[in-house]
């Protein structure tokens, strides 16, 4: 895994995510520009398209909260961005609300 820069500044999010359990983890960044999705201070997905496209990438996490950011760039008037994730006791699905918590 790469290490997370601090270039993209269009769009930022930051937060907390709670992992229910030890395990190996499967994030989901869908976008139509340059997107990156960090765990801590690992880049875990990185998109760098001018096309919806789905990118994908994997991370081992111990349970408990983690800190997680959402960076985006894009040029266009539209924009799309969608984050997912997958889990050995859930099916892929939308990062939710019960699950995110935001920076103190």
């Known amino acids: ?51 919806t496209i789905t990118y994908d990438g994997d991370m081992l996490l111990k349970a ?6 959402v960076e985006y760039v894009n040029d266009f008037a539209r924009a799309l961005l969608q984050v997912s994730w997958q889990g050995s006791k859930f099916e892929k699905k939308e990062i939710g609300k019960d699950s995110l918590w935001r920076a103190p």
């Open 1 to 51: 895994m790469r290490r997370c820069s601090s270039s993209c500044r269009r769009g930022r999010e930051t937060g907390y995510i709670t992992i229910p359990q030890d395990w190996l983890y499967t994030f989901y960044v869908r976008s139509d520009a340059q997107s990156h999705l960090c765990i801590g201070d690992r880049q875990v997905v990185q998109g760098n398209g001018n096309e």
């Open 64 to 69: 408990g909260k983690h800190p997680i950011r």
